[in-house]
């Protein structure tokens, strides 16, 4: 008999009767271990009279919630890494100077903090912050993260009190600080991890009795989704993960958010290469694992044991071989062993004794992002602690927003909710980048925040360059959630590394393919791919008008064996440059904001607006550039004929002068 098996009989928890063998002297390792006959006679001689149950041995908090309030004692939490915030790394060495100040009232919580808000909090301006830290060699900008050790200096600098976060179970909760009282249990957070096509959408799938792998296209998961799950063992949060190698960013945000990991390794395949990365990043982020060995239906039951000796060479240890990491052979198909998983991952979790509190405002991460329509930026949230409702103000990394709508992975409407639901929220003044800190904060912080800090355009900027080097492929990528993009741009940008081609990303964005798009893809001679995004109809209509590609793609695996013909097929061609028309500068007009425009005459041929110049001044060649805007009559055009005047903006060349020669050219493929 199992631990967690005798542990259900007597309906006490699997952790009280580890701690009762351990006093005892026997070893225990978890809660799977099979019980030999010493232990089961003690345990039965222990357990022989009610009395002794009762006294020595505390009922399961499930079973007996109203005994569990009355108990009280700190609780130590496993420490985990949670996703990367942007901090300010301090110095070994920095040396600041202490400043005269009456002790604030306001106690500032020991964890990374932004700069403009711990300013407000302890009634200082930024600037006399920003000032004091970079005396001390620590360059930050206004909205930065500062980490913990700048904190404490600066408490010690400006005199105001410090105090143990109310945060989560991330951290130990000092007890004078929060009180027991104010924790309650949380859901554990569960990721599934595993190589593409081993059933990890396919187990969610009979978990929650619903369709999700249906629903995915090509049958592969290509967002990071969150779900509530209910089972007859405990409910949980489980997260579902990409198996395919173009989304390891992905993979590693939900590790990073989880409290435990469900590895799941196909019988027929093994351990393959996504199993491997995943491995390491369970090492690496420290979560609590348990192994299921899929699709068992389809081989014999002597499979399992090669996955697990696999396994054991990448230090995963299971209980079969002298290891503590639990174990289940399951088929997400037909449902074997799915219903023991679900009980050995619920054991785990309560292992880890999971508390936190709903109250104060809600401290998060964003694990998803995309634009939804009637909706506009909306991000996928779950809190490690406090609560969030409709009409909260937030920051959340480089954007804020009051919060406007709020719906759960059922597509239920909710007003207000606390740890561990994950939630899509809408409001975002912009689209969040994926893995970002959502914090809840006043109006005047949050209007503060958002007026400080400049807009940042998210693209990368084409780049003039001569003539003779504007050789390779441009693109411009649309994707329908930021995951999805930052995916393709990694793919995309290894893909051009490993065939020896210039990638040139002209633009990269999130929602559909719009008449902006088709425009700077006109201007700059780019092609459009859109990965889970459609055009709008004036996109398209713009498109056919201007002879722009516009390529759209349900799964990524499609779009870069596409990319990666088009890259064999630019590299073969071999591009010259073919003069089509000359022009003369009649007057340079510098407009602020937009640059110096030449104002000419086309004296022959003609000038077209996804061409090149070269500018001459008598014998010297003063440069060349890519024809930005090309405009006739105040304008924006395709094309000016000789005998026409034009006005021309070009990519960084803003030198021009009365009398320049201006000579139009254009690519040319053999």
Not at 481 to 494: P, Y
Not at 541 to 561: C, H, M, P, Q
Not at 579 to 600: M, Q, S
């Amino acid at each position: 008999m199992r631990l967690y098996e005798f542990a259900k009989q007597k309906e006490v928890s699997s952790k009280d009767l580890i701690s009762l063998l351990e006093k005892e002297g026997f070893v225990v390792k978890s809660h799977m271990v099979q019980l030999g006959d010493n232990e089961l006679a003690f345990l039965k001689k222990h357990f022989s009279s009610k009395e002794a149950s009762l006294s020595t041995v505390k009922q399961s908090p499930q079973l007996n919630k109203v005994n569990n309030k009355k108990q009280k004692k700190n609780t130590r939490f496993a420490p985990k890494k949670s996703v990367e915030t942007p901090k300010v790394e301090i110095p070994k060495k920095v040396k600041t100077e202490k400043v005269k100040t009456e002790k604030t009232s306001q106690a500032i919580a020991l964890e990374p903090i932004r700069l403009d808000i711990l300013a407000g909090r302890i009634k200082l301006s930024p600037i006399e912050l920003i000032m004091h830290l970079l005396k001390g060699g620590v360059a930050v900008t206004i909205n930065q993260m500062i980490d913990v050790d700048i904190l404490k200096q600066l408490a010690e600098d400006f005199n105001f009190p410090l105090i143990e976060p109310k945060s989560d179970s991330l951290q130990e909760i000092d007890e004078d600080v929060s009180g027991d009282s104010k924790m309650k249990e949380r859901l554990p957070v569960v990721v599934v991890l595993g190589h593409v096509d081993h059933g990890k959408t396919s187990l969610l799938d009979y978990i929650r009795k619903s369709s999700v792998a249906a629903k995915e296209k090509g049958g592969i998961t290509q967002h990071l989704g969150a779900y509530e799950v209910k089972s007859d063992s405990g409910d949980f949060i489980v997260i579902d993960t990409p198996g395919h190698e173009a989304f390891p960013k992905i993979r590693k945000r939900g590790a990073q958010v989880a409290d435990l990991a469900i590895l799941i390794v196909a019988a027929d395949d093994g351990v393959m290469p996504q199993t491997i990365e995943s491995i390491k990043l369970i090492q690496e982020t420290g979560v609590s694992v348990v192994v299921a060995i899929n699709k068992m239906d389809k081989v014999d039951s002597s499979r399992a044991d090669v996955v697990k000796q696999q396994l054991s060479q990448y230090g995963i240890l299971v209980e079969d071989w002298g290891g503590d990491v639990v174990c289940a052979p399951i088929s997400a198909k037909t449902g074997l062993g799915i219903d023991d998983l679900l009980e050995m991952v619920v054991l785990q979790s309560q292992l880890l004794e999971l508390k936190t509190s709903d109250q104060g405002f809600g401290r998060g991460h964003i694990i998803e992002a995309h634009i939804e329509k009637g909706r506009g930026a909306v991000g996928t949230l779950i809190l490690r602690y406090g609560s969030v409702s409709t009409g909260d103000f937030f920051i959340c990394g480089s954007v804020g927003g009051r919060v406007t709508t709020m719906v759960n992975s059922d597509g239920k409407k909710l007003t207000s909710v606390g740890p561990s639901v994950p939630i899509q929220v809408a409001g975002f003044n912009e689209l969040p980048d994926s893995g970002s800190y959502f914090e809840v904060v006043t109006q005047s912080e949050c209007k503060k925040f958002i007026s400080s800090v400049f807009k940042k355009a998210r693209m990368h900027k084409f780049q003039s360059q001569s003539l003779v080097d504007m050789q390779g492929y441009y693109v411009i990528l649309k994707a329908d959630t930021h995951s999805s993009q930052e995916a393709l741009i990694d793919a995309m940008e290894k893909l051009a590394q490993k065939v020896g081609i210039r990638l040139s990303i002209v633009y990269a964005g999130v929602g559909e393919v719009t008449e902006g798009d088709v425009d700077l893809a006109y201007n700059t001679g780019a092609q459009i791919l859109a990965l889970h995004a459609k055009a709008s109809s004036r996109a398209h209509t713009l498109a056919k008008k201007r002879n722009v590609v516009i390529n759209t793609f349900d799964i990524i695996y499609k779009l870069l064996e596409f990319w990666q013909e088009e890259t064999k097929r630019t590299e073969k061609k071999e591009v010259t440059m073919k003069y089509v028309g000359t022009a003369k500068v009649l007057r340079v007009f510098n407009i602020k904001g937009v640059g110096t425009i030449a104002g000419c005459a086309v004296e022959s041929g003609h000038f077209v607006s996804n061409g090149f110049i070269s500018v001459e001044r008598g014998d010297k060649q003063i440069g060349t550039a890519k024809i930005r805007s090309l405009q006739k009559e105040k304008q924006s055009v395709s094309e000016v004929n000789a005998g026409f005047e034009c006005g021309i903006l070009a990519e960084g060349l803003n030198n021009f002068k009365p009398n320049d020669i201006i000579k139009c050219l254009i690519e040319e493929s053999k």
